[in-house]
């Protein structure tokens, strides 16, 4: 199976209004700049394509061994009048664990 | 001040349908100070608004009299004080139930400093011109239609509240951090220019305010990240000295975990860009955070900065938005999905003959799009439940919804099971807007006597 988000972090959703922020923090200091060059906005966007509008901003958090990824409209319109069953988008960071990253170290020959 | 050297507060509750028995705990064992209920979700100030209006005696969280009589014994026996926004939208309602609680409990007369001021309904009303922040429309595009208008109030008129030497604080709107930097501040005698105490204080509150989930709760993972115990999971403290250190725990023998990785978690939850988390208190920068693990179910949180607060208030307007209705049926077996998506057509079809119209429609198959969408490549699950939803100005075309997909029962692909009954309820939607400081007047009453 290839490298998910999963294997190299943990992931926490909150809600705010129709915007779902999405934790993607490290268990361990060394691979924070891996997802760093792969778990590009573009690539959030792409996992959460059919869910939500976007626009995604992801922000940094060194100190955490973190990132922060802000994805407008996601919620359906927001908590109070969304009709989805999950209304707080609680379980969006199952998504972002699935993303599949590429292989950390390619080979020269695949080129 | 106090002059104590560390000052001890508990979260005991994190949400209006938090459990009960933790805070109990907490009260019982923790060896607290401060006992904070935190009951108020974005949309609850509303919710409790409408139910004002049917009982003007109501409009306090429902939960506030089970809570209280569950603590009161000992939080009064052991002098802890307590600080809530269980008040919602009736605060002064909220404090007579809580005296009446403690009268029933035998507790004698309790007094209750009450926050009020963050209803500022009438102030918003009189401004249709405000901004809506989430569409940049003018409030009068919702103006008939609004049912509250609450500010986000701070810490410091809750700290006025806890001057009074009421031994319980209640208070409707206010910033869930506000809860718990309050008693920071009342007892180290902390004013809004000491932003890097203020800084600290308002970290350690977002990290208390959703009890369970700095704890384990909304974190356990099987086989990747285990919780111990997590049905006896215990509820946080913070540990705060004077210089602004602190150290989070929680209640001792209770379930749960409280490491680097649950703290991270809660950290970052809820929070937009990490330089700027805006509080009525400061503008939170969680960018140079240190936490680290003291011993075991023990961090300290180190390094939050803070610019100073802004001159506006948060304010969020709740207003009626329709009607939401729904129904649901499920499908087994053999292409269970198939007449899932053929009830859908039917019902679809069915409404649209029956004239009704919706702002928003969904149909989810439960057990295959229903929580993350139809990427189209999922495997087909053995059985699925079909669930539709709508919402809509009309209470009939909501209703319809829910009475269209149970009459699947008779009426529609064979072999269909388990409809509910059609379910409508009304819309509380809300918006938000910002309201410049100075029109917010903020006061503190006593119910009882001191």
Known sequence: MSLRVYDLAHSRTGDKGNTANISVICYQEKDWEFLQRELTPERVMEAFRHIARGPVRRYELRNLKAFNFVIDNALGGGVTVSLAQDIHGKSLCSVMLGIELPDREPTAALR | MSGRDTVRIGSGAGTSDDRMTPALELAERGDIDYLVFECLAERTVARENFARTQDPGKGYSPSLPERLRMVLPACIGKGIRIVSN???ANPVGGARAARREARELGLGDIPVAVVLGDDVSTIVRSRPELRILENGEPLESILPRIVSANAYLGADVICEALATGAQIVLTGRVADPSLFLAPMMHEFGWSYDDLPKI???????????CTASVTGGCFGWPGKKDVPDMARIGYPFADVK??????????????GRLDVMTCTEQQIYEIHDPTAYITPDCVLDITHIRLTQEAKDRVRVEGAMARPRTDTYKVTVGYTDGYIGEGEVSYGGIDAVARAKWAADIVKERLRLRGFTYEDFRVDLIGISSLHGDTGDRPESYEVRLRMAGRSPNRLAAHAIGFEVRAMHLNGPGGAGGACEPRVRDVLA??????????????????GSL
């Open chain 2, 199 to 209: 800084a600290q204080g308002t970290a350690a509150g977002h990290l208390l305010e």
């Open chain 2, 86 to 88: 269980m008040g919602a």
């Open chain 2, 430 to 447: 809300v918006k938000s807007l910002l309201l410049p400081r100075q029109l917010v007047k903020t006061q503190v009453v006593v119910e």
């Open chain 2, 242 to 255: 004077p210089d602004g250190s602190i150290s989070i725990g929680k209640t001792p023998g209770s379930g």
